[in-house]
Every structure is written in structure tokens, then in C-alpha cells.
């Protein structure tokens, strides 16, 4: 999947004290935000919004979605209405 010079590179980026901290920082702020959108949509009750929120930083589920289905439907949609 990831090549070496690839996995050399993460793993020198995350030998560094700074960047771990920052990546930590990072991740930190994002399970905080996640959290309270969940915690307030679940609480008023909005089942679409909760799942939206929950599978949309998925890392790449959006893009396989649309990969595998809207380009997909999008090419069916322009074979029938394209001229023969």
C-alpha cells in the first residue's frame, strides 16, 4: 500500500517531540468537535446529522463512495441521454 520511502518518511516525521505533539494536538481537537456534534445531534434527535458526522472523517470513505457509485450513476445517466 504505502511504498518504504513513504513509511520513512511517517515514521522521521513522528520521531520528531514537536511534531508528535502537534499531531496529538490535532488529533485531541478533532475527537472534541466530533464529540460535541454527536453529543447535540444525537440529543435533538438527528439520526441523518449523527450518521453524516460520524462517517464523513473516515479517511476515504466519501471518496470510495463516490468512486463506486456517483461516478458510476453519473456515467449510466450520460450513456441515456447521449445521442446513438
Known sequence: MYSQADLNFINSFLDNPVNRIIF???IIWSLIWKGMALW????NNQKKWFIAILVLNTFGILEIIYIFYFSYLHHKIGEKNSPK
Not at 40 to 43: A, D, F, N, P, R
Request: no cysteine; aromatic share 0%; proline share 0%.
Open 24 to 26: 496529538l494536538l490535532l
Open 40 to 43: 447535540k445531534s444525537s440529543h
